[in-house]
Structure formats: C-alpha cells, structure tokens
C-alpha cells in the first residue's frame, strides 16, 4: 500500500497566481480530509468528503479556496488567486467512513509558500 | 463542539526519563480519542486511541495513554524517552459515528525535545 500520496512535496508561487495541490486517498478509503497547519493555528480542517461528497467545507478560510474529488482515488484542493498569508503545510488524509476510529492515515504534506 | 487542549507546547526531557504529555478535551458524549506524532517534514502518524473498554490503552513506540472521563483528559506516557522520540505530539478528538461524522479535532500540539 502506497499511502496517502500528495503532490507535489513543495510549491513556490507568485501572490496571485493559482495553485492546485493533490491527493490520491488509500484505495477503499472513502473519507478525505484537508487539513492546512501553520505555526499559528495548528491544524485546521479544511474541508472533508464522504464517497466524493463534500461533508463539511466549514473551515474553508474564502471563496479563493474551492476542493474537489471527482472520483474516489482523487481530490484537488484549489486556491485561486493564492495570497502570502496562504503559505502552509497542507495535508490530506483519509479513512474508511464508518470505521474511521481505526484513525486517518495523513500525506507527507504539500509545503506552499506563497511571496 | 468538540475541542483538544494541550497545554504544553513545548517539553524538554533527557534520554531515558519518563513522560507525560497533557491533553483535555471537550465533548459531550463519550469521545474517541487518539494521540498522533509528527517527524519534521513527515505526516502524522497514528501512535494509539481510545473508543471503550480498558481506560488505560497501549501503542506503538512502547506509548501508553489513559482516558480520565472525570478528568476529560487523555494522557500520553513513556516510561523511558528515547532520543528518536523527539517530534510533535497531537492529540484528536472525534465525535462517535452518530455525533459528527468521522472528523477529528487536533490540539495545537506538544514539541517534545530530548536531550543526550
């Protein structure tokens, strides 16, 4: 089993530009979550799918952030235009809805500096 | 709402003493609680929960932590701290399946240095 698998590890753009990060979720994992972790929040729950659902998009910060998972093996998480203070360690995981008290299995991250 | 405090955010001990990282929660049900660890540049990793049964559950890494239901604490112990155990320490709550779906709240975490 490959994991959580993110793209990419590291992304570097300009204020303004759009950034699209990435995540393929363990196969038969049907829960997906995004997490963004700074320094000053912790870790904050984005937005969290059930079967390709959008559950819960309470955490999203503003309308620049938009998620999807158009499938069960993938979920983009979009920040168009991207600002500086949008630079962070994002994180996806997933778990088996219904048996998630087996915990998440998280990503290594996507760390996205914005200047 | 659920919530997670971790009251230290940092910890210093030296190899080989003994540990305990705080965590309290809020929930207003019987929680399920877990206590996740992050390397530097590395996701988290699941270290142990607590659903029922035995307050007192074992983990990976030779970690233990005990749920306190008067106390709404889960603390995680090490009897001995090894050099490898230094990182970031979470702890999570969860809301039972019929509570909130499956959505865990993160504390803001413990950095736990170890000295030589």
């Known amino acids: 089993d490959a994991g959580v698998i993110q793209s990419p590890r590291h992304e570097v753009t300009e204020m303004g530009q759009e950034v699209t990060l990435r995540c393929k979720p363990i196969s038969g994992h049907n829960s997906l979550f995004w997490y963004r972790q700074t320094m000053m929040r912790g870790l904050e729950l984005l937005i969290y799918?059930?079967?390709?659902?959008?559950?819960?998009d309470s955490g999203m910060p503003e309308d620049r952030f938009s998620a999807k998972m158009p499938n069960a093996s993938f979920s983009t998480l979009k920040i168009q235009p991207s600002e500086p203070r949008d630079s962070a360690v994002y994180f996806c995981a997933s778990t088996s809805a219904g048996t998630y008290v087996r915990g998440y299995t998280f990503g290594s991250g996507t760390r996205l500096t914005v200047v | 709402a659920q919530s997670v405090t971790q009251p230290d955010i940092h910890i210093t001990v030296s190899e080989g003493a003994s540990l305990e990282l705080r965590c309290n929660y809020s929930y207003g049900a019987t929680p399920y609680l877990f206590w996740y660890v992050q390397s530097p540049g590395q996701g988290l990793q699941l270290l142990l929960k607590?659903?029922?049964?035995?307050?007192l559950v074992q983990g990976i890494k030779g970690f233990e932590a005990e749920f306190k239901r008067s106390q709404s604490s889960f603390n995680l112990r090490k009897p001995s701290v090894h050099w490898s155990d230094a990182a970031e320490y979470f702890c999570a709550v969860g809301a039972g399946l019929t509570g909130g779906g499956n959505k865990l709240t993160f504390g803001t975490g413990t950095q736990l240095k170890v000295e030589l």
């Open positions: 799918f059930n079967n390709n659902v959008p559950i819960d």
């Open positions: 607590y659903f029922s049964g035995d307050t």
